[in-house]
Nanobody, 126 residues
Framework: VQLQASGGGLMQAGGSLRLSCAAS??????????MGWFRQAPGKELEFVAN????????YYADSVKGRFTISRDNAKNTVYLQMNSLMPEDTAVYYC??????????????????WGQGTQVTVSS
């Protein structure tokens, strides 16, 4: 499983960005994986942002992004997205997409995800 994240950049507070994560999977289907987004701000630990079930219906968000961020997936394109609206300076971080085999949406710790993308920087200026 290889994950390639893109879409980060510099944005003013209140703006929007959409992150994408394309998955390249051999031997298994993208449908077999729960997909998640995590982020790591400077000097802080990696934290959960959101994840999405293979069906694309069930989703879970961290309280800090609920109502502002939306996770979605296009199973035909093996891609997961993170739409980030109403960005705030505290959203500044490197954002990582991750994949976990199975359908357990309650898996929200970084150690529960075996596959990771390379990260994309999001910087929000005040």
């Amino acid at each position: 499983v290889q994950l390639q994240a893109s879409g980060g950049g510099l944005m003013q507070a209140g703006g929007s960005l959409r992150l994408s994560c394309a998955a390249s999977i051999s031997g298994r289907s993208f449908l077999n994986f729960v997909m998640g987004w995590f982020r790591q701000a400077p000097g802080k630990e990696l934290e959960f942002v959101a994840n999405i079930h293979s069906s694309g219906v069930r989703k879970y968000y961290a309280d800090s992004v609920k109502g502002r961020f939306t996770i979605s997936r296009d199973n035909a394109k093996n891609t997961v997205y993170l739409q980030m609206n109403s960005l705030m300076p505290e959203d500044t971080a490197v954002y990582y997409c991750a994949a976990r085999y199975g359908d357990n949406l309650y898996a929200r710790g970084p150690r529960e995800y075996a596959y990771w993308g390379q990260g994309t920087q999001v910087t929000v200026s005040s």
